[in-house]
Each structure stands twice: as structure tokens, then as C-alpha cells.
């Protein structure tokens, strides 16, 4: 992988879910007011005010936010949506999913308190990541110092507020170095059927509170869909992003997406610090 672009955004908040869809960058933030969409150069393009969030703010206090961790396309009734999901760490403010349709504009938050209660039975809830997966959404759990596992939901549709939901439950398996990387993003490659992935480290024992910001990665599952029928998975190919470039040092990636060039792959993350802004990173996948 080679680093081709990297650019701060000091007016998008809190970046912690990004996809591409038709042209255009998707960047939603876990306590911004809106959704934010950028033209495939990285310029402007139109911000989307979210639904019930004070417009007046650019920042939703951290106690009342939705907690919006992950942004992934799904498809629903033969009409392309980006779908961000709450976090699920603090009910009921972050039990809900968003969804906006770039066709028509439309916009809307669905309850998922229910879906939430089914999968949080078993496991401490904690959402950064989603992708679309074939006609399947996954899920990506992230554990912490006290609780470290991270885990992969796959739920047998996309419309996953109309509960229940079939899933299954894989184990992401990580290398001992670190001691513990915590899941950030997920994206899917239809044509390869790779899974790619990031991860960092943060110091923190709890899926509320933050913690100092250590080292990002990007993974690789190759043969993805029949791997994550497996009870456990671990990656084909492990990254420490800070050897790829020393930019990435300090930096704490959210969220992964992929776009298709003529000359192959390209991988763009996103990363927030914490620090009022967000940075975006592009990658040649060599």
C-alpha cells in the first residue's frame, strides 16, 4: 500500500463513518449535526442537517448523542441508501440507525432498540463498523481493555430494524501486537470477496469512555464469505499504517472505504482525534 493524499477537514466533526457512492464521499460524524458529502476530489459538496439535531450546534453533547460509529450503502426496495448505524453503548440515545437516500434526498432515523436488545443478550454492545456484504449487512463490534474481543455480526438482511434478525457471530482474532487493537470500519470488495478492516488502540476499559490514541492498522480476509461462517477468523494480511507513512503516527482511523480506478484499487480512511476536525487519507492498494 502507498500513500497518495492526505487533507485535514477542520469543518467536519468527529468523522467516524465514510463511504462512496456515485462520485461522491459520505463522512458522518459520531456527535455532528449533519452528514457531509464531498465530490470524489475531496471539495465540497452539500451538508445534509440530520434529524432532531439542534442545527444551531456542530456538535451533539456526548451524552445525548446518537453516537453515529459506522456508514456503509445497503440497498433497500431497489433504491441505494447510506445507512449509518448508532453505536448501541448508551440506550436509548444511540439505539438507531440513519438513513438517507442520495436519489431522492429523503432522510430519516429507524429504532433500533429491538434488533439491539437480540444481539446485545450476548455481547457488550459497541458498533464502529458496517458493510454491505453481498444481500447482507455485517457488523463490526469493537471490544476494549476490559472486554477484548471484537466481533463481526452478520445479519441475514439489511433492513435490520424490522426484528428479528437472523445473524451469525464470528470472532475477529487480531495478532498479540498490540496488546489489543480495537475494530474501527469495515468494507467489503464484491469482485475479489476481500474483507478489508482497520483497527487502533485507544486506553480505555469501557465502550463510553475515550482514551489516549495509540496505533491504526488496516487488515485483510480474503474469501470472506465463507471465512465468516467460521466461528473465529484472523486476517490474511495485517498493515501498521504508521510504516506505510509517517503521517498516520498519532492519527486514530474510524472508518474505510474503497473505490475502483483505472489504474486499481483505492483506499481512503478517515480519522478523528478528538480534536474538533477530521482527516481524510488516500492509499494506492499496490
Not at 121 to 138: F, M, Q
Not at 262 to 272: H, K, S
Amino acid at each position: 500500500m502507498r500513500l497518495t493524499h492526505h487533507q485535514h477537514f477542520p469543518g467536519i466533526p468527529s468523522a467516524s463513518g465514510l463511504a462512496y457512492h456515485d462520485g461522491h464521499y459520505y463522512v458522518v460524524g459520531d456527535d455532528a449535526t449533519k452528514l457531509f458529502i464531498l465530490n470524489a476530489d475531496l471539495t465540497p459538496a452539500e451538508q445534509i442537517p440530520l434529524p432532531n439535531a439542534d442545527q444551531k450546534q456542530t456538535r451533539i453533547p456526548k451524552p445525548v448523542k446518537n453516537d453515529w460509529e459506522s456508514l456503509s450503502t445497503i440497498v433497500i426496495n431497489n433504491q441505494t441508501a447510506l445507512l449509518a448505524l448508532g453505536s448501541g453503548s448508551l440506550s436509548p440515545h444511540r439505539n438507531a440507525a440513519l438513513l438517507y437516500f442520495p436519489g431522492t434526498g429523503h432522510i430519516e432515523i429507524k429504532d433500533l432498540s429491538n434488533f439491539y436488545k437480540q444481539i446485545g443478550d450476548n455481547i457488550e454492545l459497541n458498533i464502529e463498523a458496517a458493510t454491505e456484504i453481498g444481500e447482507h449487512l455485517l457488523i463490526g463490534n469493537r471490544g476494549h481493555l476490559g472486554r477484548p474481543e471484537n466481533l463481526l455480526v452478520r445479519c441475514e438482511k439489511q433492513d435490520i430494524w424490522n426484528s428479528p434478525v437472523k445473524t451469525h457471530t464470528t470472532q475477529l482474532i487480531l495478532p498479540k501486537e498490540p496488546a489489543f487493537s480495537g475494530i474501527s470500519g469495515l468494507a467489503w470488495h464484491p469482485e475479489k470477496d476481500w474483507l478489508y478492516f482497520t483497527t487502533s488502540t485507544e486506553e480505555t476499559a469501557s465502550t463510553y469512555d475515550d482514551g489516549k490514541i495509540g496505533e491504526s492498522r488496516i487488515g485483510i480476509i480474503k474469501n470472506a464469505t465463507n471465512a465468516l461462517q467460521q466461528p473465529t477468523v484472523s486476517p490474511d494480511e495485517w498493515f501498521l499504517l504508521e510504516k506505510i507513512h509517517p503521517v498516520f503516527k498519532g492519527q486514530k482511523i474510524e472508518s474505510i472505504c474503497l473505490r475502483e480506478l483505472n489504474d486499481g484499487l483505492e483506499i481512503t480512511l478517515v480519522a478523528d482525534n478528538d480534536d474538533g476536525g477530521s482527516h481524510l487519507f488516500r492509499l494506492a492498494a499496490e
